[in-house]
């Protein structure tokens, strides 16, 4: 099944404030329609798929058929990102399951990275560029003109629920906005340890998109932590971009 939503411009708009992608890696695992549809109830702004291969990172998630089957209960963007060996091999079928946009690790084997970020964007989505911790934004500059999106990882990319390295986002969220321009990514999204207590460095550094996992599926009301982790990171991220 395609998806034939043209979802690349919207999904990588600029928008006055930051935007919350709930990452189903810490929902019931057992209950994922479910868990997608509570997201959305929730009024997160997107779906993060975190698909893991067993090689790049270790741990094993999910691959394109699962993601396949929940794009049948939610309308929201899905947001995927691959830690995975070899992203170039299967990017068609991530886009035939309906993926608004898909972001893979820069860390990966250089030949396929080019190759996959143009066919992403050619089917009329948003392509991104991830960097773990320890790689620096400098890792990017042979694809600015072929991204939409930067992933800054803070916390070592495989499991949910780690500590967020403030250090990290303090040296590369405004940093990495310096590839917004044109020819070049129009969004920066941090992954790791994505919480209210997180959310002001978070926002300060001008971020676009936080994910968050198990501070929205561990909450005791997803919506209210939806609305506090996006109202702190904006606020913070306002007073940045002034």
Not at 105 to 125: F, K, S, W
Request: charged letters at 20%.
């Amino acid at each position: 099944m395609t998806n034939t939503r043209s979802a690349g411009a919207s999904v990588t708009a600029r928008r006055p404030q930051a935007l919350i992608a709930a990452s189903i890696l810490d929902s019931d695992q057992a209950r994922l329609a479910d868990e997608v549809r509570r997201a959305d109830a929730a009024g997160a702004d997107r779906i993060h798929l975190d698909v893991m291969d067993g090689h790049f990172v270790p741990n094993l998630t999910f691959g394109w058929k699962t993601i396949e089957a929940l794009r049948r209960v939610t309308s929201l963007p899905f947001d995927a990102h691959l830690m995975i060996a070899e992203p170039g091999r299967w990017t068609e079928q991530f886009l035939d399951a309906g993926c608004d946009s898909i972001t893979f690790h820069v860390e990966v084997a250089a030949p396929q990275i080019a190759p996959a970020l143009a066919r992403i964007r050619e089917a009329g989505r948003s392509a991104g560029l991830s960097v773990k911790p320890g790689t620096p934004l400098s890792a990017l500059d042979g694809y600015r003109e072929l991204l939409d999106i930067v992933l800054v990882m803070t916390v070592e990319p495989g499991f949910g629920g780690q500590s967020f390295m403030a250090d990290v986002a303090d040296a590369k969220l405004l940093a990495a906005r310096g590839w917004l321009a044109p020819g070049g990514a129009n969004e920066v999204q941090v992954d790791g340890g994505g919480r209210a207590a997180t959310a002001e460095v978070i926002g300060r550094g001008g971020t676009d998109v936080i994910v968050a996992g198990s501070a929205l599926y561990r909450a005791d009301d997803m919506a209210a932590e939806v609305v506090r982790i996006r109202s702190i990171a904006s606020a913070a991220r306002a007073a940045t971009l002034v």
